[in-house]
T-cell receptor, first 115, second 112 residues
Framework: EAQVTQNPRYLITVTGKKLTVTCSQN?????MSWYRQDPGLGLRQIYY???????DKGDVPEGYKVSRKEKRNFPLILESPSPNQTSLYFC??????????????FGEGSRLTVL | EDKVVQSPLSLVVHEGDTVTLNCSYEVTNFRSLLWYKQEKKAPTFLFMLTSSGIEKKSGRLSSILDKKELSSILNITATQTGDSAIYLCAVALTGGGNKLTFGTGTQLKVEL
């Protein structure tokens, strides 16, 4: 089954404790991206990757890091989480022929709470 | 600043009703407008509309892009309880990042 898999799905952590949210897709997609979703603000892009070893900032990259060492994986790293990073996070992927028009495949989401 | 605005924020209807959801946008470098449905998990793709394809239909759902008014509507006829979800409108821009600019969504609840 074609899917985007995120882990963990739920996490409660404390300020300053480094964490990684993993994202893996099995569709051989070149493009991957991270979004966060907050009430009243909608989905906002954090980082994206056009292909292996190619990453760039989205609208809200502060406090986050990413890497793209393999085509299928795109982990999101919070080096020193803070309470304002409490949010619902989505990983998304797409093929090059679809991404230009905006069709993305989303993961199930990871709900992160930072105390 | 690019902006996508959806209305209403939420609505409650009864099964069988027809609903119209609205989306307006102010963006530079428009490429396409998309509708996604978000139930209790991942947003799933519904429609993509471009300047060359301004009307789409799939079953009870249909969508129209008004290029002049910079807006779109999503119609759902004969609503069912399974249509209850958040409906997200997004605009894809040309240029770097293939970023989608999302609206905050319309929460639809369909009651028996």
């Amino acid at each position: 089954e074609a899917q985007v898999t995120q882990n963990p799905r739920y996490l409660i952590t404390v300020t300053g404790k480094k964490l990684t949210v993993t994202c893996s897709q099995n569709m051989n997609h070149e493009y991957m991206s991270w979004y966060r979703q907050d009430p009243g603000l909608g989905l906002r892009q954090i980082y994206y990757s056009m292909n292996v070893e190619v990453t760039d900032k989205g609208d809200v990259p502060e406090g986050y890091k990413v890497s793209r060492k393999e085509k299928r994986n795109f982990p999101l790293i919070l080096e020193s989480p803070s309470p304002n990073q409490t949010s619902l996070y989505f990983c998304a992927s797409s093929s090059n022929d679809r991404v230009a028009t905006g069709e993305l495949f989303f993961g199930e989401g990871s709900r992160l709470t930072v105390l | 600043e690019d902006k996508v605005v959806q209305s209403p924020l939420s609505l409650v209807v009864h099964e069988g009703d027809t609903v119209t959801l609205n989306c307006s946008y102010e963006v530079t470098n428009f490429r396409s407008l998309l509708w996604y449905k978000q139930e209790k998990k991942a947003p799933t793709f519904l429609f993509m509309l471009t300047s060359s394809g301004i009307e789409k239909k799939s079953g009870r759902l249909s969508s129209i892009l008004d290029k002049k008014e910079l807006s779109s509507i999503l119609n759902i006829t004969a609503t069912q309880t399974g249509d209850s979800a958040i409906y997200l409108c997004a605009v894809a821009l040309t240029g770097g990042g293939n970023k989608l600019t999302f609206g905050t969504g319309t929460q639809l609840k369909v009651e028996l």
